[in-house]
């Protein structure tokens, strides 16, 4: 085919990070052709309270206000019942929790969820989404280490989910065949995100390439064929959540004895062709829709309406022959970033005259 249209896509785990970074990067949003974004909560200091979510989000309406900001909490002792409640009423749509420092800003994070019990409740009560990034903390006496810790941590998600079975939990940015699995095993209630860069990557991939390395780590290529087969299969549990996690370049590309690179593969600007390109490689073209748009919106209960038809945004992607060379980088002021897959070509890309974004 030579185009496809794909009705408001959504990216629903994205980071847009602070200050004059931001500047730079939410603009990439659209620019990738997506008009909503589920903001992380990771930031320094982290958004812990409903005050600093609301400031965090006209903070970017200021830059970008062609965008829906789903706003999320990071979940720590500040995160009390009550908070919850006030969030509820605030417009805040979900609670992240990442385990103490297991990836990009979360030294704060936990280390025992029986303490957020209450929590839990309260959050089930008024039906925000708790997102668990899905790994545990490296180990050598347990022999726990980024290629295991995501399979070590799904006992978390299981009991979390018998013990609120109405608590909607999203299992995000999945690497493994076993956290698939766990997915499919889990009741209704129970999602997963996956990432444009985790259905290309495998561990060969960022072994030794600083600019493939996130957390979690891409993992076997059996793992990598088990995210390729639940997205052909149109399983509306899982859907697009980019975790776009952008690096001023030269922390991406310098490492030394004392300091790793940074983690985290930035996709935003090239996001929807870029997963039309990766889906039609493996014969899922025709799931685009679903995976990028219609599954994760029903899941977070932003459906679209039929009276409102008329004003969805509408993206149309067209098919290069000969493949469009993925742009070297962006920059904004001293501010630069440089794109996944930077100097490949990629079959797609967004017909503007065609797009309405």
């Not at 022959?321 to 797609?348: C, H, M, N």
């Amino acid at each position: 085919m030579a185009s496809i249209t794909v009705k408001a896509p959504a990216d629903f785990h994205v980071h847009l990070r602070q200050g004059g970074f931001s500047k730079l990067l939410a603009p990439h949003v659209r620019k990738g052709g997506f008009t909503l974004a589920y903001v992380m909560p990771n930031l320094k200091p982290p958004v812990t309270t409903t005050e600093q979510a609301l400031a965090y989000k006209a903070e970017l309406q200021k830059i970008e206000p062609n965008v829906e900001y789903l706003m999320t909490l990071y979940l720590s002792p500040d995160l009390t019942p009550d908070e919850v409640r006030k969030a509820k009423k605030a417009g805040i749509v979900g609670v992240k929790s990442y385990p103490r420092g297991v990836t990009t800003n979360s030294d704060g994070g936990i280390e025992s969820y029986e303490v957020y019990y209450p929590t839990f409740e309260a959050m089930e009560q008024e039906d925000l989404v708790l997102n668990l990034h899905g790994e545990i903390p490296s180990d050598a006496g347990t022999n726990v280490c980024v290629l295991n810790a995501e399979p070590a941590f799904l006992p978390h998600l299981r009991k979390i989910h018998e013990r609120f079975p109405k608590l909607r939990i999203v299992l995000e940015h999945a690497t493994t065949r076993a956290a698939v699995e766990a997915v499919k095993a889990c009741g209704p209630t129970v999602a997963c995100t996956i990432t444009a860069h985790h259905i290309a990557l495998t561990v060969d991939d960022w072994a030794g390439q600083a600019w493939n390395f996130c957390k979690p780590v891409a993992k076997y290529p059996d793992d990598r064929q088990a995210l390729r087969e639940i997205i052909k299969s149109g399983h509306p549990r899982f859907f697009l959540g980019s975790d776009s996690a952008p690096h001023p370049a030269h922390t991406k590309s310098t490492a030394t004895p004392a300091q790793s690179c940074a983690a985290g593969v930035y996709t935003s600007p090239i996001l929807l062709p870029l997963v039309a390109h990766l889906l039609e490689s493996f014969g899922a073209l025709d799931r685009l829709e679903g995976f990028v748009s219609t599954f994760g919106r029903s899941f977070y209960k932003r459906e679209l309406h039929e009276d409102n038809a008329a004003q969805v945004p509408t993206v149309v992607l067209k098919r290069v022959e000969g493949g469009e060379l993925i742009k070297e980088g962006w920059t904004e002021g001293e501010q630069e970033v440089i794109p996944f897959w930077s100097g490949k070509k990629i079959d797609w890309v967004i017909d503007e005259e065609k797009s309405i974004i």
